[in-house]
């Protein structure tokens, strides 16, 4: 009788188990940790935003993968976890950008508009007949003269932070985000910290595989693939490939 009881708070998205929990958030939170990683970093001339793209498949193009967007000219986003459910998060953010211009006449605040798809996740845990969205956003902006990173999780969570990371390898990151910033960092350092926390955590990454953006003074900024090729090369980043066997070789 329990395990059948355990089963029905397991399918409801909007039931809370005995223990407080809701289930279907915890679940959507294991489907972000399964993603790719993304990094935010805050400096004190701008937002850094790096995450890795890496193709499932030699046959695909890697510039479809789109884990970087900008949502509007100050303000933009990195995700993890669904890619699909992502997308549509990231196109709401980008209405409520442009409502809030058409309304106000001004730029949204990067608070304020962390906090209009927060609202709008968090609906997803409430309602009956919804599942809550699996994947997770990084929200870096530059507003009044300052930069800032937000977070947002299934949940419906709305987190500030200085740096943090979201996807798979989440715990290696972060540790490494804890030990090296510092308030005195700058945006070519912040760019630095972000690569290095990628590549720290994955082996196998090439330049190829990374996406970077960065938001300041100027607005929002993508680099190309040439440029973070460039940026890794300077950082000695890249893991040399092994020497091959002289069996592999014959």
């Not at 039931?15 to 399964?34: K, M, N, T, W």
Request: no cysteine; net charge negative.
């Amino acid at each position: 009788m329990r395990g059948n009881d355990q089963q029905a708070y397991d399918r409801g998205t909007s039931l809370f188990s005995p223990d407080g929990r809701i289930y279907q958030v915890e679940y959507a939170r294991e489907a972000v940790s399964r993603g790719a990683p993304s990094v935010g970093v805050r400096t004190s001339d701008g937002v850094v935003l790096a995450a890795q793209a890496q193709a499932s498949s030699s046959l695909m193009e890697s510039e479809s993968i789109e884990k970087l967007h900008k949502l509007d000219d100050h303000v933009g986003t990195a995700s993890a976890g669904h890619v699909a459910d992502a997308r549509q998060l990231i196109d709401y953010a980008r209405r409520m950008a442009q409502g809030n211009r058409l309304r106000y006449r001004e730029p949204v605040g990067v608070e304020t508009l962390t906090k209009y798809i927060t609202d709008h996740i968090q609906e997803n845990t409430q309602r009956g007949g919804t599942r809550p969205y699996g994947a997770a956003l990084l929200i870096g902006g530059y507003e009044n003269g300052a930069p800032r990173l937000f977070g947002a999780d299934p949940s419906g969570t709305p987190h500030e932070w200085k740096a943090t990371a979201i996807g798979g390898s989440r715990q290696q990151i972060q540790e490494l985000l804890e030990d090296e910033w510092s308030e005195e960092l700058t945006l070519d350092d912040g760019i630095g910290l972000a690569l290095r926390a990628l590549f720290e955590a994955n082996d196998e990454l090439t330049p190829d595989d990374v996406s970077l953006a960065t938001i300041s003074e100027t607005g929002y900024a993508a680099f190309t693939a040439d440029e973070i090729a460039e940026l890794v090369e300077e950082l000695d980043l890249e893991r040399d490939e092994p020497a091959a066997d002289e069996d592999d070789e014959e």
